[in-house]
């Protein structure tokens, strides 16, 4: 056993400050407000804190087609009426608006979530957390669901850099089907997502029987769940696969989505999770030991998400957070009973039968036994961690240009964040 863990947590306050539209459901500046009660509960003591690079477009291009990197780097709010068929090409729209400063928020999340990765990696510390990332349904050459860049597969090749096999694990009450589809092919990476599945719930993929393809054949699991799974139908659930998924992969890092609309209450989720309830998933991939990388997803009822990312913040650096929340710059929120874990209540009947939550088990459990054993991977060198090409000097900000050794350095003072932070959308809020 690991006697303290050594948490490193990344934060920009920039990347709260996007805002993607008055009716739109995502509402990044619950970032801030989870910054700001981490800040509040003093978890920031025991943690490092870092802002995270900006990632290069070159690296988010390690996943993504460059065309579509660059498609995102240059189209702005007032230019977008002239690219209607690249919009429609790379799936910007509705769901997916252009806003000011789209660009810059994807370079933040995705560089925290490489950042990540690369401190993992070289052994900087245990647990890596980044609440912005998480954003799971990204494909390879368009957006999709509220997702432009999709960090989670960016870090999870960082980590197959150091590591043979890496185990992705999704909590959000949406498939990750982004994720999947990048590792659908390959043993390197098992996928494991749990969630709503059927009724058309976006994103309409995550059958039990999509079960990865080729040498990937097996290596993707889908837990597809019914409106109104409780906590103890989800957590024992999720103990009796992961343990059995572990054992079994035996990955070397895992990388933890943990998407907040599963909570009971999110304004587009279904599921009747509790705080505890999902923070006890937490819980159970901490106690394996091995190098984490935690990240955010979805939640869109931002007081909930606020408490959630706290509250498992807490769950990862092992301190008791008192229920009453202290007094900080969002506290008007969290009325009126300013506690950390929201009342709990059954929105709805709780669909998941017993013999149901059993069949899924057992088909689970049964791809899993197509695996006799972790497979053997052909180890190649190593490729270096930040690899920055020769820019066009003159179209480039040399300011932006900060190398990996700079940024690793620059620990945030621990009053930074407590200024400046402003809410873009409360009085805007639909709901």
Sequence with gaps: MRSKDRISYFYD???????FGPNHPMKPHRLCMTHHLVLAYELHKKMEIYRPHKAY???L????????????????PDTQHLYSEELMKYNLGEDCPVFENLFEFCQIYAGGTVDAARRLN??????AINWAGGLHHAKKCQASGFCYINDLVLGILELLKHHARVLYIDIDVHHGDGVEEAFYFTDRVMTVSFHKFGDMFFPGTGDVKEVGEREGKFYAINVPL???????????LFKTIISKVVEIYQPGAIVLQCGADSLAGDRLGCFNLSIDGHAECVRIVKKFNLPLLVTGGGGYTKENVARCWTFETGVLLESELPNEIPDNEYIKYFAPDYSLKIPHWHIQENLNSKSYVGTIKMQVLENLRNI??????????????????DFDEDKQNLDERVDQHTQDKHIQRDDEY???????DHNMEDA
């Design 122 to 127: 070289n052994q900087l510390c245990d647990i």
């Design 418 to 424: 407590y200024d400046g932070d402003n809410d873009n």
């Design 13 to 19: 306050g920039d990347v709260g400050s996007v805002y």
């Design 372 to 389: 006799q054993h972790a497979p053997s991977v052909q180890m190649q060198e190593v490729p270096p961690d930040f690899y920055i090409p």
């Design 57 to 59: 477009p070159v690296e």
């Design 226 to 236: 019914k409106d109104g799974i409780d906590d103890a139908s989800f957590t024992r």
């Design 61 to 76: 291009a390690q996943f993504h087609s460059a065309d579509y990197v660059e498609f995102l780097h240059r189209i702005t």
